[in-house]
């Protein structure tokens, strides 16, 4: 997963006429360092999307614009388009990020 430090770069990636998927995350998360541990493979099954990483904390104005409200979150978007979201309280285990996936990606 790449990492995204900026706005900038957020609004650029996103603009992707691809489907993007974005995990919002923090450091102190313990969701999130759950989900790192069964990630791998979904990155694998799904390695034609680009996938990238946000730390909340870090650009919080983000998270707010896009209604993340809990972590981790993904969110897929496409030509600057949100068109998925998978807040925290379902992604939780690898069936529940792969059921979302298999709805919101094409």
Not at 82 to 94: M, Q
Request: aromatic fraction near 10%; proline fraction near 4%; glycine fraction near 4%.
């Amino acid at each position: 997963m790449k990492k995204i430090t900026t706005k900038e770069q957020f609004n650029e990636l996103i603009q992707s006429d691809k489907e993007i998927i974005i995990k919002f995350y923090a450091d102190w998360c313990p969701d999130c360092t759950r989900m790192n541990m069964f990630i791998g493979d979904i990155l694998e099954a799904y390695n034609q999307n680009d996938w990238y990483e946000l730390n909340k904390d870090e650009l919080p104005e983000l998270a707010e614009t896009y209604q993340v409200m809990g972590i981790p979150s993904l969110l897929v978007f496409k030509n600057g388009e949100k068109t998925g979201h998978l807040h925290s309280a379902n992604a939780k285990s690898p069936e529940e990020v792969t059921e979302f996936l298999s709805e919101h990606i094409s």
